[in-house]
């Protein structure tokens, strides 16, 4: 019993390193030249190496009645479409270290359903959790003359990958008692290469794109990082109990985002968006419980 709980808490960890990084270093690609889309497509390929080995354990047999394939593109394209959101719209347009910490707040869409079209109750701890939210949320798109970010368009886009994420998870929840992880992370894959021409006829190829080192072959290093923190998300679930796997990984990771981001650009930001930080990871903490 011991050594399962070792393993939990070493996939657990793996996942909140590699998505903490991959959350600070993902817009960097970007600001060098290689666009969001061109991005996208290359998370897209870094699926298929965890895949790969996913698969493998599991014979490469994937479920595929009705509804395994229903819930499994459904699935599949909520994450996908929430990314493509994200390196086409929200890194593009605002700093990892106000987008990330909307996005770790996307349970709020899964609980809210759950009460809705599941019957299920929230625990006080739940509400709070949601009310913290819902004040983090405006404390987080503060703006003053002073603010080097203008406008609100980077925050549409931030609460459309909240949205997105938190319905994927919900359907995640449904399909449960369905099907396997490893047949929903196949087909996680699947919707994110199936999306891929989408993104290149989304490019503009007129303008200059850099293919050197810090354009494609960075973004593959970094878009990696997430697709393997997926996998051993994955693991972690398996051998570890998902109240306790959750809220490590949900607050933990956006945390080290945060920190990185603020490290890398050498900058302090408002107390009022500081304030707006502490309660989305408080509010995950919460909602990750639930």
């Known amino acids: 019993m011991e050594h399962k709980n070792h393993k939990w808490l070493i996939y657990a960890l793996t ?10 270093f993902t817009e960097i690609p970007e600001k060098n030249g290689f666009p969001g889309t061109l991005i ?3 998370w897209a390929v870094t699926m298929l190496v965890p895949a790969f080995f996913t698969l493998k354990k599991v014979n490469w047999k994937i479920e595929h009645n009705q509804k395994a394939i229903v819930y499994g593109m459904l699935i599949g394209l909520l994450g996908a479409g929430g990314q ?29 359903l759950s009460l809705l079209l599941l019957g ?22 503060y703006q003053d003359e002073h603010s080097s970010i203008k406008g609100y368009l980077w925050l549409w886009y931030a609460l459309l990958v909240f949205a997105a994420w938190g319905l994927q998870a919900f359907f995640m929840k449904k ?10 992370f196949a087909y996680m894959t699947i919707s994110g290469l199936l999306l891929i021409p989408v993104v290149l006829y989304m490019t503009d190829f007129s303008k200059p794109i850099n293919m050197g080192l810090k354009g494609p072959y960075l973004a593959f290093g ?31 990771a956006p945390v080290i985002t945060i920190i990185l981001s603020l490290v890398l650009y ?25």
């Open 15 to 24: 996942t909140v390193l590699l998505w903490g990084v991959w959350g600070a």
């Open 40 to 42: 996208f497509a290359v």
């Open 84 to 112: 493509l959101i994200l390196f086409t719209g929200a890194i593009k347009n605002g700093p990892a270290y106000l987008i990330f910490p909307i996005i770790s707040l996307s349970p709020v869409v899964t609980i809210l």
């Open 120 to 141: 299920e109750s929230a625990s006080k701890r739940a509400w709070i959790g949601i009310i913290l939210a819902i004040l983090a949320i405006p404390l987080l798109s």
């Open 175 to 184: 399909a449960n008692n369905i099907m396997k992880a490893e047949s929903i």
């Open 222 to 252: 970094i878009q990696l990082l997430n697709s393997i923190g997926a996998l051993t998300i994955v693991f972690a679930f398996r051998y570890g109990k998902a109240i306790i796997v959750s809220p490590v990984t949900n607050a933990a």
């Open 266 to 290: 050498s900058f302090i930001p408002h107390p009022m968006i500081i304030a707006g930080m502490v309660l989305a990871i408080f509010s995950t903490i919460l909602l990750a419980n639930e």
